[in-house]
């Protein structure tokens, strides 16, 4: 089994602002692996792709099909991984974590797989207050080698 610690490179410890119900803005901790993309991340074989957006960016009738609440007070937090070893082929794994904000109030995240045959990500919401930080902490772990990333 792989397991690599990312403490030293990247907790996926995202810091999230929701500044307003209309926007939000993001700041990922991964000390260099992404590269010029903040927003994305390389571990081994792995490119993980991480954002956090307002809810109300998603239309109605795609949240509606997915099964997402659609609130100004809703945030969505959105993984996809790329296997860099068989042409950023989309992985399917499993992607579990939590939010945790300043004063250490922890929401368990629950990710839906969305597979759109070219595409596979996983999204999960927070609800937040106007300016309410959170710290995201995300495992991916593949099912079939056991492989994990924290």
Not at 4 to 24: E, P, Q, R, Y
Not at 70 to 98: E, H, M, Q, W
Not at 104 to 130: M, P, T, W
């Amino acid at each position: 089994m792989y397991v690599h610690k990312l403490s030293k490179i990247l907790i996926l410890v995202t810091s999230i602002f929701f500044a307003c119900t209309t926007s939000a803005n993001a700041e990922f901790i991964d000390e260099g692996k992404g590269g010029a993309n903040p927003n994305m991340t390389e571990i081994g074989t792995w490119q993980i792709h991480h954002i956090a957006f307002p809810s109300t960016f998603i239309q109605p009738e795609t949240a509606k099909a997915i099964g997402l609440d659609r609130r100004g007070n809703y945030g969505l937090i959105n993984i996809s991984i790329l296997d860099l070893a068989n042409n950023k082929a989309p992985l399917k794994l499993k992607v579990t974590g939590y939010a945790q904000n300043l004063i250490g109030h922890r929401k368990e995240l629950e990710f839906k797989e969305v597979d759109e045959g070219i595409a596979v990500y996983y999204l999960a919401q927070v609800r937040h207050s106007n300016e309410e930080i959170f710290r995201f902490y995300i495992t991916v772990k593949d099912p079939k080698t056991g492989r994990s990333e924290e």
